[in-house]
């Protein structure tokens, strides 16, 4: 998958935009939060320009990212929590994308301090069998396109010191992004019912987060359509062997070190992920 959002912004903000990525980009690698990106725009109120400067600080470090090799792998849909969306003032989910060297095989360890301020969530995956190069995909082209669902734990980071985001904040830091495991058994869509599926996560047998799938736009297939779509009028269509993260099913979780978690979601199996201590 490349990725180019084909946003235009103004003149006299590339200069902030390259400044804010470049922020984005010492803070992951030094390990060392930054103050909110939205400080930096020319236009900090949520609005099409302002938004299209945060989509297009996120350009600026995927173009950075890939010429370094990293290799696109998929996307992930943010902000599909209604309340998540009133509490943030926007009306829409927002979208990162994913990288391989983000995944962690299912019951490894992530060594902490590799995402920044971890919470970690559990989403329905789903991974393409066709491309969806149609302009405006329909529901009926997204299950046809799809190879099969997985469980998932996203593993979401900020580079924004103690998570004082914005959606504006959120959209440059490639939709709060860090790392994803996956489960190891696919299991095909007419097998399920992804809006009535129940999601309980544990942390060391504890449960700390339950949700259904109907708390992800009322179905994690409508937030896989969105994207689809999104991505189609930007010209850059999924593409088979595309994973998608579909939204949180339930309250994300704060991390510790040395925490261990397990989500399991019915139908779709289990899947777990630890941190190591500092």
């Known amino acids: 998958m490349a990725f180019d959002t084909h946003i235009k912004q103004s003149t006299s903000s590339q200069q902030l935009i390259v400044q804010a990525a470049n922020s984005l980009q010492t803070a992951q690698q030094t390990g060392q939060p930054c103050a909110p990106i939205r400080h930096l725009l020319q236009d900090r109120a949520v609005n099409e320009s302002s938004l299209a400067d945060a989509y297009a600080i996120s350009q600026y470090n995927h173009q950075r990212w890939q010429d370094e090799g990293r290799r696109p792998v998929g996307c992930k849909i943010g902000l599909t929590s209604k309340s998540v969306q009133t509490q943030l003032g926007v009306d829409q989910p927002d979208f990162g994308l994913l990288y391989a060297d983000m995944f962690v095989a299912d019951g490894d360890d992530i060594p902490w301090g590799k995402v920044l301020q971890p919470k970690v969530e559990a989403e329905v995956a789903l991974v393409l069998e066709h491309d969806l190069t149609m302009e405006l995909p329909t529901v009926a082209d997204l299950i046809r396109a799809t190879a099969y669902a997985l469980p998932a734990i996203e593993i979401v980071g900020s580079r924004i010191g103690n998570w004082d985001i914005n959606i504006l904040d959120t959209i440059a830091d490639n939709a709060s ?11 095909l869509l007419k097998q399920l019912d992804l809006r009535l599926c129940g999601m309980v996560m544990e942390r060391f047998g504890e ?21 689809a779509r999104t991505f189609a009028q930007l010209g850059q269509p999924l593409r088979a062997g595309d994973i998608i993260l579909t939204g949180a099913l339930g309250p994300m979780v704060t ?24």
């Open 255 to 278: 991390a510790k070190p040395n925490d261990r978690f397990e989500a399991r979601i019915a139908g779709l199996g289990s899947v777990r992920v630890g941190f190591l201590g500092e």
């Open 207 to 227: 449960q700390v987060s339950v949700g259904a799938g109907q708390a992800c736009l009322g179905h994690p297939l409508n937030a896989a359509l969105w994207v």
């Open 177 to 187: 992004s860090g790392m994803f495991a996956l489960g190891n058994t696919p299991t």
